[in-house]
Each structure stands twice: as C-alpha cells, then as structure tokens.
C-alpha cells in the first residue's frame, strides 16, 4: 500500500499538469484569448442608447440585456485566460463603425444589437443568437403610415449602416416605392427627424423601436405597425479565424439557454420595469426567440 501511495501522486500530479497544459495550450491557440492573457485586459463594444439591450444609466454605467449576457461572458474569459481581476475597457460604437473596431483590434467582443447576416460573416464571426427582432415602422399616431406600402412617395428615415436601411432600398428598386430614405447616425437622431414631422416613418428592428417609444416625453403619441419586412438575429461580434475564442464566447452564451437563467433575464428587461423610466415593455417571447433558445445556433437567418 505504501509503495502505490507515491505512483498515485505521481498520476494525480501528472494529470493536474496535463489539464493546466491543455489550458496554456487553448489560450495560446486563440489570438484573441492570447492577446486578453498578456494585456490583462479586454475590448467591450457597447452601444449607448440601445434600450433594453445597451445604454447607459443614470450615472453612464453600461447596463441592459446584451451587457448582462456579455458579463456572463466575460467572467467565462477571465476563467480561461486565469485572469480574475481582467480589466474591461468598454468602447462605445455605432452602426458605421463597429465592424472596423473589431477588425482592428480595438474590439475583442462587440456586445451591442448587431444582426448575423451571411454578408457580414464575411468580415466577422458572430456567436450564439441571443435574441430575435422584426424591421417594423414607428409613427405618430393617427398617421397614414400603417404598412410599409403606405410609405410610397413618401420620406422614411432609418439608422446609417443597418440591415433597415438595406432593405428600404431594396423596397425601393424592387417596388418602385418611391421613397425619399434619409440615413441618421442612431437612434435619437432618426427619432427627433421623425418627430420634427420632416419624415413619414422610422424604421428599424421592432424592439428597437419600443424602446425609442418608451423613452419619449409623449410615448402614447406613437405607436409600432407594420408586417415585419426581416427577422433580425442579434449575435454578438469578434474577429474572424479564432475558434478558440469563438468556443468560450459561444460556450458561456448556450449555456445560459440551457439552464433557463435567459429566461431569467429576458424578464428582467422585457417584461419588467426598466431604467431610466421604470416602465416595461411588457414583450413577450415570441415563437422565433423561444426556438433559438432551445436549439441554441449562430447562423444568420440571410
């Protein structure tokens, strides 16, 4: 018994050295994961004014439903990298200029309200599907704009660099709709052109809108209409060619979905009241968000 007692030692002391060289070894394959270990720090792309995904509260602090997520994600990076006390420098970005930012470096996650389009995948790599979005219209109440055929003729503004803005000019080359499409930089921009009445409609994802709705002074002045032009699939984005870091990402993100704490924080900020106003957007989930849940994937739906 003595005599096996030190080759049993020898094992478990082999094996803990195994695993922590298996580790080395994964932080070392993943350029992304080498770059977070060396600099002891890591690149967060947030957006500003993305109610309830991304913004700041009362005292600038980036809170909402993608940075919960996100935080999960970077406590995942901080377990494989060995890195607790992981410094997270959070970069705001817009629609024009998040793709660079990932590409340079400046950006090792963009957690903010991006779609996974097959076009972009092209530039980027995109996680799990963290949530699923409609393109509707938002308008003044009592307007004529109740569809977007009723948008013929007429101005629609959108955001600069989104998936909206590519489909109103589709509409426009394949319907011949005839509108005039305005491009602002964000969201409080498109809502103040909407509300100084130089435009129709403003478009973009549906839950996008709700939240712009909810924060102005007047919310029962506007409603959401429309049939949804495009299912939008929100994923976070990273650099391209590094599965390594792809996998921790995707990892901590299904895993969420699979234990039910999504659900957790979907009502959280969905269905529950939500800074800086305390009211809920009373969203339920819908049939596309339940199913990328239950079979959690990161492939664009274009």
């Known amino acids: 018994m003595t005599d096996s007692f030190p080759i049993r030692a020898a094992l478990i002391l082999a094996a803990l050295a195994g695993a922590g060289s298996a580790l080395a070894a994964d932080v070392a394959g993943s350029p992304t994961l080498s770059k977070i270990k060396s600099s002891g720090a890591i690149g967060i792309g947030h957006r500003t004014s993305s109610i309830p995904f991304s913004y700041y509260d009362a005292n600038q602090k980036v809170i909402g439903f993608a940075q919960d997520i996100c935080d999960r994600v970077i406590d995942a990076v901080k377990k494989e990298t060995g890195t607790p006390n992981l410094q997270v420098r959070m970069v705001p970005v817009t629609s024009q200029n998040r793709i660079s930012l990932v590409q340079n ?3 090792d996650l963009e957690c903010g309200v ?16 963290y949530f699923v979005a409609g393109t509707r219209l938002l308008v003044k109440k009592g ?3 109740h569809d977007f055929p009723d948008l013929a003729g007429k101005t629609v503004v959108t955001n600069a660099g989104t998936t909206s803005e590519r489909i109103l000019r589709k509409l426009n080359d394949e319907r011949g709709a005839n509108m005039t499409i305005q ?11 909407l509300q100084s009445g130089r435009v129709a409609a403003f478009m973009m994802d549906d839950v996008l809108l709700s939240g712009v709705r909810t924060l102005s002074p007047k919310p029962d002045d506007w409603a959401v209409v429309g049939t949804p032009q495009s299912f939008e ?3 976070f984005m990273m650099r391209k060619d590094d599965p390594g870091f792809k996998q921790v990402v995707d990892n901590a993100m299904s895993g969420l979905m699979r234990s039910g704490e999504i659900n957790t924080l979907y009502a959280k900020w969905f ?11 009373d969203l339920q989930q819908s049939e596309q968000i339940r199913k990328a849940y239950a079979s959690p994937s990161d492939e664009a739906f274009e």
């Open 105 to 107: 470096g400046t950006v």
């Open 114 to 129: 991006t779609t996974n389009l097959k076009a972009r995948q092209q530039q980027v790599a995109f996680s799990t599907t």
């Open 143 to 145: 307007s004529a704009v």
């Open 183 to 193: 491009s602002a930089k964000d969201y409080g921009e498109s809502f103040l052109i």
């Open 233 to 235: 699939a929100y994923g």
């Open 271 to 281: 269905q529950k009241p939500v800074p800086p106003k305390n009211i809920s957007f």
